[in-house]
């Protein structure tokens, strides 16, 4: 399966809750966002799935952590490539769109 974007963002969703104690139930109270929402947000069959800024806001406030690590590169094997080939196969991929949001993930992952 190809790692993109909304790949990298939900298993580090996922890492996070964890972390915390939560579940995904929890989370989704703590967000307001269904249950489902959150469960296809953290699945690797379903991280095709478009989610906004604001979403990944609130989630990162619910967790009480900073935005930045929902965007940290995976550890352990959990990818093949190292970050500066992920970041060029999605910004190549990408090039059309989202241009706001590769500014964002630039200026996040990279401080």
């Given at each position: ?10 298993q580090n969703i ?25 469960r296809k947000i ?70």
């Amino acid at each position: 399966m190809e790692k993109d974007i909304y790949y990298l963002v939900g298993q580090n969703i996922k890492k996070q809750r964890k972390i915390k104690g939560l579940t995904q139930l929890q989370l989704a109270n703590k967000t307001f966002f269904s249950y489902e929402f959150i469960r296809k947000i953290e699945s690797k069959s379903a991280c095709r799935n478009t989610f906004s800024l604001d979403t990944l806001s609130k989630i990162a406030q619910a967790l009480e952590i900073d935005i930045r690590l929902l965007f940290a590169p995976l550890e352990d094997g959990d990818t093949s490539n190292n970050t500066q080939k992920w970041h060029k196969k999605f910004y190549h991929k990408n090039r059309k769109n989202g241009c706001f949001f590769r500014f964002f993930v630039l200026q996040y992952m990279c401080i």
